[in-house]
């Protein structure tokens, strides 16, 4: 709203001041739970337990991240995510290209079909139950393939990368590079996949973080706790409360300090599981409102 | 219609678009559609050793069962009060605060207001249940240490029937209301200034201007969004809701989708008929609410999906 006034009316003042006060109150409210969790992951666990902590670390101690370190099954998790979360990511943008271009195309004979069937499924699903007996007959049960296939590809990124190329690769271009000699399978890869930053920034964030995040699919296709990803490793220790003190340094008949550490590693943990996120969301973040603005135009 | 010799032509031209949707339709039949044929287990009394097309039709059977269960009225109860609650409050959030961002003057603080509020969307359900947790704790959270301050006794927040459903509505906004303002910013950025400049001329306060052109221009994106949300209804955060069950709170938390799982995947007797029945009702209630509301949509000219 860059529309500047002389002079604001006092309404529009008190308007201002009104608008202003909300703005920093739905700020504080989202960033304070944020801030307090990474105050309370370094600080000391008895100040923790106590209550001593609210807004800034009190007597600022590792102690949380060193139990996080020595907690073996956190790093089993990581690495498995990590796995999941690359392979997985690769397997998802290759596949929405490969289904968005062809969608992107007006004289793609069949494109309306092809469209139908896609948004289909969308509104109907055929279920937990036959999907997990659908999972189990490809005897893909505790494989990593039953982290990935299944939910190889978003059919709402689809719509939104198919959208993108429409509005931004001009038809002209495509009968350029066709006299040139050129076939779509050279288009896609030399044309269209580099005109495409943007977007492809944007689905990649969303699909990257979906596998990072994904616990449920591994709850029900895994059993080997070998295979388990880091969220699968959080939910037992952040949800169900099962960690196992064993692995926790400290006295063992000190029973109230490694009760306080048990809270203080969730807090650290909470923090670790959410760095990955927060080195890559920087850099994509200019892209999102381009992406969401894309993916609402209908077409 | 085309001739023979003109289909075959056009399906010749574009025999390599063919072949890069060939990977995806591939992943679509056998992960979309296989499952949606293997629904009509829910129609018949499915065994393994006589698998899906083998085994006996039932007819409506588990249906039957369901609707008459001693759970069902529980269950379906909780599921729309958690839905439309969670609507209600998850629907108005993202509108209010794209207004109010549209009409901060410093461009530094609203992007960092952005950059804050979109920030938990990407966070994981398990950890923003763990976060919950936390912070509610009876003995180490923040919210009990505070009321203790104002001298009221700590509350087992998560053991509570009655704070399930609020815990769950609000931790969401909490978390998606950022993210879901963007596309009313998006559209708020659409509208034409020049509204702005004639209202402004006409001495239109900034409230004003908020109501009669703001508001007008946001509507439609607004509906869809809401047909959106409404066709989605029962599908509320599934796995969010079995991530803060516990046997306490199970009365109120206990919803559709976390009774398919449990009959069907982690009870003694895994029952795959009857729980693959439960989940294709709700499947088919929300389809008819997506179809209704979109139809209504259509009615009063609001704009619509189709």
Partial sequence: MNITYRNESRTDKLFTLLNNTFMILMFLAVLYPIVYIVSASFSDSQAVVSGEVWLWPVRPSLDGYNAVFEYSQVWVGFRNSILYTVTGTLVNIVMTVLAAYPLSRKDFFGKNLFMVLFMFTTMFTGGLIPTYLLVRELGMLDTIWAMILPGALTVWNVIITRTYFQMSIPHELLEAAQLDGCDDFQFVWRVVVRLSGPILAVITLYYAAANWNQYFNAMLFLKNQAHYPLQLVLKDILVSNDVDVTMLSGDPQDAARREALKTLLKYSLIVISTVPLLIFYPFVQKYLVKGVMVGSLKG | ?306
């Fill in chain 2, 1 to 306: 219609m085309l001739s023979g010799y003109m289909f075959k032509k056009r399906l010749v031209r574009s025999w390599q678009l063919y072949v890069l949707m060939a990977l995806p339709f591939l992943y679509l039949i056998l992960f979309k559609y296989v499952p949606i044929y293997g629904a009509q287990i829910a129609f018949k009394n499915f065994t393994v050793t006589k698998g899906i097309w083998g085994s006996d039709w039932v007819g409506l059977k588990h249906f039957d069962r369901f609707v008459h269960s001693y759970d069902f009225w529980r269950i379906l109860r909780n599921t729309l009060i958690l839905s439309f609650y969670n609507l209600a409050a998850g629907f108005p959030f993202p509108i209010l605060l794209a207004l109010g961002l549209n009409y901060l003057k410093s461009v530094r603080f609203r992007r960092i207001v952005q950059m804050v509020t979109y920030a938990p969307h990407f966070i994981s359900i398990v950890v923003i249940v763990g976060i919950v947790k936390e912070l509610l704790d009876p003995r180490t959270g923040i919210l009990n240490k505070l009321l203790g301050f104002l001298g009221i006794a700590p509350i087992n927040f998560m053991g509570e029937i009655s704070y399930f459903s609020s815990l769950y509505v609000w931790s969401d906004v909490w978390q998606h209301a950022g993210f879901n303002c963007i596309i009313f910013l998006a559209a708020l950025a659409s509208i034409d200034p020049s509204l702005h400049e004639a209202a402004v001329m006409d001495g239109a306060s900034k409230l004003r201007r908020m109501w009669h052109i703001d508001l007008p221009g946001i509507m439609p994106m607004a509906i869809i969004v809401l047909i959106l949300n409404t066709g989605h209804i029962l599908d509320v955060g599934f796995e969010k809701v079995l991530l803060m069950q516990n046997p306490i709170n199970l009365k109120a938390s206990e919803i559709i989708d976390t009774y398919v799982y449990k009959v069907g995947l982690t009870s003694q007797v895994a029952n795959y008929s009857y729980s693959t029945a439960i989940g294709l009702f709700k499947s088919i209630i929300n389809l008819i609410l997506l179809l209704t509301v979109n139809k209504i949509a259509q009615k009063t000219k609001q704009g619509s999906l189709w």
